[in-house]
């Protein structure tokens, strides 16, 4: 009885513990669980707006808002300046690349048709070949019957026609380069004369009522220097492009008339 007495006043004494415990753990874990809740939605708040402050409007999006602030009248006339001299520099690039020819292959080939198969062999190489060069060295070829002179007025006749084919429409992407800046300056001072109206009709030096003008004119400006400078790099691309390809039918025709000498000393 006694052993027994003992084993149940452990057990009581036991279980008694184990509820004093219980009681302890559930009065202290809303408070560890609240500041557990509190931690976690401070460390939310503290990424949300870690992440609200990383994020920032890209170049596209800020080049695009820039745009708009700068109104639609003088920006669309400089965008209109963008969208021609480009779609005139792309026909241009794309042509002069088509024009561009293997100048001492097709010499080469028109010295061996030349030499095996006459004058008739060779018109037949050109003929099949595309570029000024080519169109040059057929004309040459078309007069080389009648005399040296006769090819050799030929070939500079039609090397002038081709060199007008070569820089045809240029001259309009110069004159979008200089026609973007200038309408951004335009803009420039018509904003200006807004803002010192505004000025003048309120009576005050008040700077925000003359910030927005002044913006507007600014920005008109800068969209103008940059379409003129995209403009110009392609400009200067496709000059350097012309002055290559215009050296090319230089040399060539000094060769096509080395070519027909050779040929009527042979005869």
Known sequence: ???????????????????????????????????????????????????????????HQN??????????????????????????????????????????????????????????????VCRNTKGPVASIYYQGLDRAGESIEAAEKAVVSYGG?????????????SLFIALAPMLGFMGTVIGMIFAFDKIQSAGDMNPSLVAGGIKVALLTTVFGLIVAIILQIFYNYIIAKIDSIVNS???????????????????
């Open 63 to 124: 080049l695009k808002q820039r745009f708009i602030e700068g109104g639609p009248g003088f920006m669309g006339i400089v965008l209109l300046c963008l969208i021609l001299g480009l779609a005139i520099a792309i026909e241009r690039i794309i042509f002069l690349n088509l024009s561009t020819t293997n100048t001492q292959k097709l010499a080469n080939s028109v010295e061996d048709a030349l030499n095996s198969g006459g004058i008739e062999a060779a018109k037949e």
């Open 161 to 173: 026609v081709q060199m007008g084919q070569l820089e045809k429409n240029v001259s309009w992407i």
């Open 1 to 59: 009885m006694k052993k027994l007495f003992s084993i149940l006043a452990i057990g009581a004494m036991v279980f008694a513990g184990t509820i004093n415990v219980n009681a302890t753990a559930a009065q202290t874990m809303p408070t560890n669980a609240q500041s557990l809740v509190t931690s976690t939605t401070v460390t939310f708040i503290q990424d949300e707006e870690g992440s609200s402050t990383e994020e920032s409007p890209s170049f």
């Open 249 to 267: 039918m230089e040399d060539a025709s000094i060769t096509l008339i080395d070519m027909l000498v050779d040929y009527k000393n042979k005869k």
